[in-house]
């Protein structure tokens, strides 16, 4: 049994290995010949912060899997303001099949690692794969419940209710095999600009906000973007997740 997992391994391309999105992406549901196939296709690449991986009305012609760092989502309104919708860590999937024309940006928050891939070989392994096509609608409907859960949020909840349910957010995603029990620490993604667009409020009220956990012994905060998180149960607690 071990020998025949190794050959199995030894078959998988080199750049699929060790690759995030392989093992909880939706490249998970590829067989071993579709991987290989993938991968001649495949380019990993890093991004800095502010690099533009798609844009707003782009014909759709390749996708991505997010490898590191953080994509934020926004959507613009015919008259230039912008709205950050969303964020996308690893090993989130960047592009919408069966769409020709992008409805959102996508644009790197942090540095960022992006394994991309044409559209039409995924298109065509769609259409062969069940299981990639329900790993793809899985993901679509976890995205929409996690929509509709920040819709709660901005309507619902208080200014500390939503700083502390974007800092849950981040410490959730900041090391996934990690038992979310204890400390975590990270450094903010999104600029305190950036951070007050998407919870709906001002820049003044998110820092107030950022000092009052700091001041209630919650989180410790250095150089203005590294937050530690001291117990994540008690800021799951101020967040009312």
């Known amino acids: 049994m071990t020998i025949r997992q190794d050959i199995h391994n030894s ?18 549901a590829l067989t071993t010949d579709q991987l290989v196939e993938l991968s001649r ?9 502010g690099t533009v991986l798609v844009s707003d009305a782009d014909t759709i012609d390749s996708y991505a899997n997010v490898l590191a760092g953080v994509v934020k989502l926004t959507k613009t309104l015919p008259d230039g303001r912008q709205q950050i919708v969303g964020l996308q860590f690893a090993p989130d999937f960047i592009g919408r099949p069966f769409k020709h024309e992008s409805s959102i940006t996508a644009e790197a928050a942090t540095p960022v690692r992006v394994c991309a891939f044409p559209k039409k070989s995924l298109d065509r392994m769609i259409e062969l794969s069940p299981e990639l096509g329900h790993r793809l609608h899985v993901q679509a409907l ?13 309507g619902r909840k208080t200014a500390a209710e939503r700083v502390a349910s974007f800092l849950h957010l981040i410490a959730r995603h900041s090391d996934p095999e990690k038992e979310l029990g204890g400390e975590v620490s990270f450094d903010l993604p999104l600029t305190r600009a950036d951070i007050a667009d998407f919870l709906g409020l001002t820049i003044e009220t998110v820092s107030r906000q950022l000092t009052k956990l700091r001041k209630d012994g919650l989180i410790a905060v250095e150089n203005n973007r590294h937050i530690t998180v001291f117990d994540v149960a008690r800021l799951e607690r101020r967040a009312n997740v």
């Open 142 to 154: 976890n995205e929409l419940d996690e929509a509709r859960d920040w819709m709660l949020t901005l």
């Open 41 to 49: 296709h495949t380019t990993k690449r890093k991004v800095d912060p």
């Open 11 to 28: 078959e998988i391309p080199a750049l699929c290995r060790s690759c995030e999105a392989r093992h909880r992406g939706v490249c998970g």
